[in-house]
T-cell receptor, first 112, second 112 residues
């Protein structure tokens, strides 16, 4: 089975600054999908951004962007202009053939 | 609102008992996924259905079972409950394999 590793259990950032969350994965497949989900204190799971492995261009959604390095099997999330509402657990996820697996998560705290 | 409905929101029961968690996917979504999230842990994939058929299976215990009905709603049955089964159980749906998952708000199960 594919594995997803998030090596940063906790991170913090000052409001308005930029932070990058790391994610690596292990697979021998070529066509797959990667996601970042956000889980605020309400415990809802909210899709942040999606990347198709066959696309070389990094995905961007407003203040959120990814750095997808397929050869290195790395998929980091950059949050620009951090806001207090960005405080949450962030989960990296890998999907292949109906099977979506999540990393252990990174707890991000945005400080005022 | 993701459009995925899970009931009940909270469930408190005793060890050895059996419970059923229910999930209604978003309108038009054929895939249903079940995940377990223990306190401050990541999401553990349990099982996935597509249009009534089981498509992928994760670390689901033999005491747990699930099914997806013709109207596409799904139920997760947990039996012989143990204290360690206390967790947040998420249902998610997607329109097809490899599409982003949309999560319900979860059912919080407490086993006493």
């Amino acid at each position: 089975a594919q594995t997803v590793t998030q090596s940063q259990p906790e991170m913090s950032v000052q409001e308005a600054e930029t932070v990058t969350l790391s994610c690596t994965y292990d697979t021998s497949e070529n066509n797959y999908y990667l996601f970042w989900y956000k889980q605020p204190p309400s415990r809802q799971m909210i899709l942040v951004i999606r990347q198709e492995a066959y696309k070389q261009q990094n995905a961007t959604e407003n203040r959120f962007s990814v750095n997808f390095q397929k050869a290195a099997k790395s998929f980091s999330l950059k949050i620009s202009d951090s806001q207090l509402g960005d405080t949450a657990m962030y989960f990296c996820a890998f999907m292949l053939n109906n099977d979506m697996r999540f990393g252990a998560g990174t707890r991000l705290t945005v400080k005022p | 609102d993701s459009g995925v409905t899970q009931t009940p929101k909270h469930l408190i029961t005793a060890t050895g008992q059996r419970v059923t968690l229910r999930c209604s996917p978003r309108s038009g979504d054929l895939s249903v996924y079940w995940y377990q999230q223990s306190l401050d842990q990541g999401l553990q994939f349990l099982i996935q259905y597509y249009n009534g058929e089981e498509r992928a299976k994760g670390n689901i215990l033999e005491r747990f079972s699930a099914q997806q009905f013709p109207d596409l709603h799904s139920e997760l049955n947990l039996s012989s409950l143990e204290l360690g089964d206390s967790a947040l159980y998420f249902c998610a749906s997607s329109v097809d394999p490899n599409s982003p998952l949309h999560f319900g708000n979860g059912t919080r199960l407490t086993v006493t």
